[in-house]
């Protein structure tokens, strides 16, 4: 077994298993797990611990020929890309989701908009019930 | 036909995997063993039975990566 101070991780199981343990209050559940998937296709990943405190990440070697310390630094790398990520994703949330509703608010056909287009399309000098003539118009003797 | 032999277990942690995904996993690998779930107090333990011979190394490790794979 070793342990590294700096980057607080544990080897074990002849060099092919390696924990860490994270303070949640810096690397929040989804940050971990997003992190972890990454790895998923070099090492088998189980997850422990109380989302509230600490999480334990234990990864073990699927390829027994690669070194497990490999992934230490590397997983530590991607926790703070995934902190990075997920920051940005938050901060972006109110420009997205108006973007977002925009788009939406536009493809729906807008009823206002309808109505006036058949204002506009509609004749108004045609008076088919001649309503818009006078009563001498109407009455006009010599036009009988 | 595939041997099948012995039984695995696993933990997951109820705080932090959902019994909706073990339930999918559990779906995915029904053909390679046996599996039954019980939801304990913190934890989900999942027992893998009659497990096939060609699996049987890593299945147990497999299975807790693929209720991760759904997790992300």
């Known amino acids: 077994m070793s342990n590294n101070e700096d980057f607080k991780y544990t080897i074990s199981g002849n060099e092919q298993i390696i924990e860490f343990v994270l303070n949640t209050k810096i690397y929040s559940l989804p940050v971990i797990s ?7 296709d070099k090492v088998y990943i189980l997850l422990d611990g109380d ?21 230490a630094d590397n997983f530590y790398n991607e926790l703070l890309n995934q902190l990075l990520r997920v920051g940005i994703s938050k901060s972006n949330s109110k420009i997205r989701e108006y973007i977002v509703s925009k788009a939406l608010y536009n493809a729906v056909p807008n009823e206002v908009d309808e109505l006036l287009k058949e204002v506009e399309e509609e004749d108004w000098q045609e008076d088919p019930l001649g309503i818009a003539q006078t009563w001498d118009e109407k009455n006009d003797e010599s036009k009988k | 036909m595939n041997q099948r032999n012995n039984m695995e277990k696993i933990k997951f942690n109820q705080k932090i995997y959902s019994l909706d995904m073990i339930k999918e996993t559990a779906k995915q690998f029904k053909d390679l063993a046996e599996i039954k779930i019980n939801p304990q107090n913190n934890y989900i333990e999942v027992q893998l039975d009659e497990i096939d ?19 992300s």
Not at chain 1, 34 to 40: C, G
Not at chain 1, 51 to 71: R, Y
Not at chain 2, 54 to 68: G, M, P, S, T
């Open chain 1, 34 to 40: 997003q992190a972890a998937y990454f790895f998923l």
């Open chain 2, 53 to 71: 011979q060609k699996v049987r190394e890593i299945i147990k490790d497999e299975f807790a990566n693929y209720v991760l794979g759904l997790m």
């Open chain 1, 51 to 71: 989302p509230k405190k600490e999480i334990i990440v234990k990864m073990k070697l699927k390829n027994k020929q690669e070194k497990i310390i490999d992934f």
